[in-house]
């Protein structure tokens, strides 16, 4: 089992939108997946139409196993499951504070899936705390949507700072530019610099229209528009994750 965590510092950049694309496109190959929801927003499970369980709260996540599977719901698209978020898991971070081994909770309960799903994806808040640094150590690959622009990059690098900060291996760290829009000059200007870093995805994400109107059709881009340009953005870069994560 692999773990593929999307990740930002900075709200909007097109994180939750991704885990949905990437979470499908890992089903639609066949592979059990598992989306994880932990934005307090919840964008992630409404764009695939999913609810919470009245029964659903943090315990699950930190238990791991059978609490946690009992929890998952089952989506319209075959090997694709959700753990959609809890208005109880504001209390999440302190739960986790209690436990013994407290940065290493969520990748000993999301281990014990191991046999369960083929990948989990995780849509991570925008917060670095301990929810962030046990998503970081948890991941196998943590991937950053980066807007072109030269304060994303700025939130980038402070997210690299912070992954050092932890001891943890940078190299897990992969970019890739999210909602480019080629008529800006200094879009394709910050785009080309950061695609010059060794650890940059090669595949960007385009800003269509048809990528914003995934919240109004509520479904995958492969389902609502399977040829257009955003469907296979996302496709190519499920492809190149892939390849990383030897799947």
Do not use: W
């Not at 066949?30 to 659903?56: E, I, N, Y």
């Not at 989506?75 to 208005?87: C, G, H, K, M, Q």
């Not at 799903?117 to 849509?123: A, C, E, N, R, S």
């Not at 229209?209 to 190519?236: D, R, Y």
């Amino acid at each position: 089992m692999k773990i593929l965590s999307l990740y930002s510092l900075k709200g909007g950049v097109g994180k939750s939108t991704a885990s949905v694309n990437l979470a499908y496109a890992s089903a639609l190959r066949g592979s059990r997946t598992l989306l994880v929801d932990l934005d307090p927003l919840g964008s992630s499970s409404f764009c695939l139409q999913v609810h919470a369980r009245k029964s659903h709260g943090p315990d699950a996540l930190i238990k791991g196993g059978k609490a946690l599977t009992k929890q998952a719901r089952a989506t319209d698209y075959p090997f694709l499951d959700v753990l959609p978020p809890s208005a109880a898991y504001r209390d999440l971070e302190s739960m986790i504070e209690e436990k013994k081994h407290s940065s290493h909770r969520l990748e000993k309960s999301l281990g014990t899936l191991e046999g369960v799903y083929d990948l989990v994806v995780i849509d991570t808040p925008p917060t670095m705390g301990l929810i962030g640094k046990n998503v970081l150590i948890s991941c196998d690959l943590l991937v950053v949507p980066v807007i072109p622009t030269v304060l994303a990059i700025q939130a980038y690098e402070q997210l690299l700072e912070q992954v050092e900060g932890f001891g943890l291996d940078r190299r897990k760290v992969h970019p890739f530019i999210s909602m480019m829009d080629q008529r800006k000059r200094l879009h394709r200007s910050v785009a080309d610099a950061l695609k010059n870093r060794e650890e940059a995805l090669h595949t960007t994400i385009p800003y269509r229209s048809e990528i914003e109107q995934m919240t109004v059709h509520m479904q995958p881009l492969a389902v609502q528009k399977p040829k257009g340009v955003g469907s296979q953005a996302f496709t190519a870069l499920f492809s190149e994750l892939g390849v990383l994560l030897g799947m």
